[in-house]
């Protein structure tokens, strides 16, 4: 059994045992029928039975022990610009805002900031006319 | 003489028929349609956006002219949309339409052995033989589908959600029980929102955003883009390109051709049938026929590896939904699908309206509807194997490029559905868990089939046993739902048979 098995397993358990849990809060059902809180509590409980499985047993083969996690650094890098992004969603201007965005990604990314600005503000560009005017999605 | 009526009754079908192809065979008419087609392949091949969203967006044009050409412009976006969602599933990774998941399976394996090319062709003939079929199906047996897809009731959708998700182990490779757990997993978010039998509000926390449940799109994308993105970026030092720059041919072989015919046409009687039952469509079809085509093949391991018959497979089952869904909704003015629910009241607009009347009324309507429909299959092939080669040079564009376009367009998409930004924190949480599974090799598609089948297999359940006063055993009386149960039953017992089977005849 890997350590990503056991990680998993454990986190799925927990899933598991939560949705059992909170399917006792739900209103019961009446006359015989399944409530708010029946399928809540059959999948947590299928759930758990099979992260215990996997706890016990594990999947992978010999060959994949360790779980490769190479990359980690531009991997949070980037999540930590999206949710940035994501916490400024509605404040000033979309073009702006984007624009700004996918430059810092592309440069983070390891592009020269010439042709980070230019093909953010392209692509900014191109979206923002496509939903904006094509579409009438409201953006700002 | 009962030769004579014969005689003439076919006589006047032919005239329907002919007056049916004249009514399209009008520049305008197929101006339309071409211009529909080539929308809807945009529509389709930017993640997303949604056939859905194209024929809702355009209906309004469509006030403005005859019916004929309405018509011709939003089949067009529908039969256009729905092939256009498997090129970005091949060159990316990311499903255009939610129709294209299972195209991922086999398609983009295929785009990282650097036959980008055949599975952009594949993907355009299959589609093209799938939606021919189904409109076969439609113009010959339109009654007796219809009419069997009318005996479903809540029990027998009960039962096919039931059998969709007894094929999350078949869909699952080698890791069968994290394949279990993702698809419990996407079941349970498919809990959250009201509840729906007595809206009684689960897991939404306070929040009034989540009260609708979680929307599956921004979770497709993020699951099957941004976590796509992310793993690439994480794996970016090993100097590998995203996919291979290699577009290689686009037509298969001969043999090839012979290998992939089998799953092409259970795909489309798999995807026909599916289409044709109300709120079943091509996203459920493509994954029950790829993994039909697995489990008929004498080589299941490279299935979700680059298999040409699994890619053919999904890829002409989530086209001949269209001809199921069109099916259902011409003959019983039933919904087949979303677009066809759009589609409904385009008819109505144009004073047309959609059941059993318009086949004794308006023959030749139906058949102008049938003749679009192959007008438009025959073009969207020919645009998929023209454009094969140009739209493969994606894959040229810089790594960095291609990801932040990916992100930008995944980041709108998701908040264009609702105009809401709960969407794109929802697709960026599922993009992280998807980079998290990918990297614990937990499949994906289990995940996504529990998010879609569970609210159908809840409320479908929970409706039958109102209507069978809570007898559990009650249920077992339905004929339909027993064949479901005991196919279920099969499909999970398989794996065990097949090996006792192996077991006892070993290979030599």
Redesign the interface.
Known sequence: MTR??S??GGA?LA??LA?VA?GWT??PGV??????G???QA??G??GL??V??LL?G??GGE?RR??????R??AG??AL??A??LL??TGFFAVR?AVF?AL??RF???GWLSATG??AA??AF?FLA?SMG?N???E | MPGSDFRSEVRALIAEILAGLAAILDWQVLGFLAVGVSLGAVFGSLPGLTATMGVA?LTPLTFWVSAEQGLAMLLGIYCGAIPAGGIPAILINVPGTPASIATTWDGYALTRKGSAGLALGVNAIASAVGQLTSIMFLAFLAFPIARFALQFGPAEYFGLALLGISLMAGVSG?????G??AG??G??LA?VGL?P??A?P??TFGMSEFLDGISFVPVMIGLFG?GE??IQ?????KARKSASAEIGRILPSAPEARTMAGATFSGATVGTMVGAIPAAGGDIGSVIAWEQARRASKDKDSFGKGSLRGLAASCSACNAAIGGAMTTMLTLGIPGDAVSAILIGALLIHGIQPGPLLFAGNQSFVFSIVFLLVFASLLIMAVGLLGARPLARILNI?P??L???I???G??GA??LN?A?VD??AM?AA??AG?LFR????PLGPLVLGLILGPMM?SN??RA??LS???WLGLLTRPILLVFLAATVLSLLWPLIRRKLASTNPQP
Do not use: C
């Open positions: 990503a098995d990680i998993a799925f899933v598991g949705l909170s739900f209103p006359g015989g029928l399944p409530g708010a029946f399928f809540p999948i947590g299928l759930m099979l992260a499985g996997l047993k999947e992978s994949d779980p490769e996690m190479s990359g980690t531009q991997v980037t999540a999206l949710f992004y994501l969603w509605g984007t996918l990604l592309l990314l390891g592009q093909y953010s692509l900014t979206v939903f579409l999605v409201s953006l | 967006v080698r890791h069968v029980i994290k279990m757990l419990m997993l079941l349970a809990l509840d039998m007595t009684y689960r897991y941004l993105v992310l970026i994480s794996e970016r030092h810089p960095p490029w990801w932040t376009g992100v930008l367009f980041t709108v908040y264009a105009n930004t794109v924190w960026y993009g992280l980079f990297k614990a090799r937990i809840e359940l929970r046993l109102i006063r809570g007898d």
